[in-house]
């Protein structure tokens, strides 16, 4: 068993947990090299059967994004302030490693997005992956922006507003949530499209299926309008410019936990349907 772990030791959350994670790997597989959890392509030379990953979502967003095309498994190891993908930290990656580094390890498959970036002129200037979501931002001098949405070809609603996200079911509880959006169980395939402060009382969320490809169009923009990627791939926008988002191909895959299933970390990290705090009827 090969393993590949990355990490960003510079992080001191992550040092302070990195040679612990280290030991453990090293007792059940061999580790063929450590990197730093950026965004750089990985050599062609480098092979590996595992990916560990420690750090904060947005490590393991840009890990799965980075070994996508390989088709292999990743480990998350939380070294975050939530890590709600991260379903290990060191005690249960030592509990859980013959599992981890086994012949048949829990793996969560997950829709990932494709995304096209057109000028107006219909040059491409930008196609990758998205894990978690599609943002349009209104940008500097954040007067409203406008944008007319297409779903495989038929005619959607013109959004005026502050933009619009398109997330994945992984994403659907990151910035989607926090907008409105609902949350949806990473097992189903489907996009949710929520807009951002809408100009309208009767713009909600919605869910469509995932074969469905989304277009937005650019109609009305500002100087900053931005295209942003799961928070980390930022693509300047303007009128004229065309968004196309689909499902990926291929599935992101991430190592399970068996001890921790999704309506936990619901209400253990997100605190789902947490009631008020009431106070003692006998005070």
Request: aromatic letters at 4%.
């Amino acid at each position: 068993m090969k393993v590949l772990l990355a990490a960003s030791p510079d992080r001191p959350a992550t040092a302070s947990i990195l040679g612990e994670v280290r030991r453990i790997v090293a007792k059940h597989a061999e580790i063929v090299a450590e990197i730093q959890a950026d965004s750089a392509a990985l050599s062609a030379n480098l092979l590996f059967d595992r990916m560990v990953a420690v750090g904060g979502d947005g490590t393991l967003i840009a890990q799965l994004r980075r070994i996508l095309d390989r088709g292999m498994p990743l480990v998350g190891v939380n070294s975050g302030r939530l890590g709600f993908l991260a379903e290990f930290d060191p005690i249960s990656l030592e509990e859980q490693a013959d599992s981890i580094f086994g012949p048949n390890p829990l793996v969560r498959q997950r829709m990932v997005m494709d995304v096209i970036v057109k000028r107006k002129d219909g040059t491409v200037v930008y196609h990758g992956v998205a894990v978690n979501d599609v943002v349009v931002s209104a940008g500097f001098p954040f007067r409203m922006i406008e944008l007319r949405l297409e779903f495989s070809g038929n005619v959607g609603p013109d959004v005026s507003g502050d933009g619009i996200i398109i997330a994945s079911p992984v994403g659907s509880t990151a910035y989607t949530v926090s907008a409105g959006g609902p949350i949806v169980h990473p097992d189903i395939e489907a996009l949710i499209v929520t807009p951002i402060c809408p100009h309208s009382l009767g713009f909600r969320p919605i869910v469509v299926p995932s074969h469905l490809d989304i277009s937005v169009r650019v109609e009305r923009a500002n100087d900053g309008t931005t295209l942003m990627l799961d928070g980390q791939t930022n693509i300047r926008l303007a009128v004229g410019d065309m968004i196309q988002v689909g499902r990926h191909q291929s599935m992101a895959r991430l190592i399970g936990n068996p001890e921790v299933t999704y309506w936990q970390q619901l209400l253990s990290k997100m605190r789902w349907a947490a009631p008020p705090t009431y106070r003692d009827r006998g005070a």
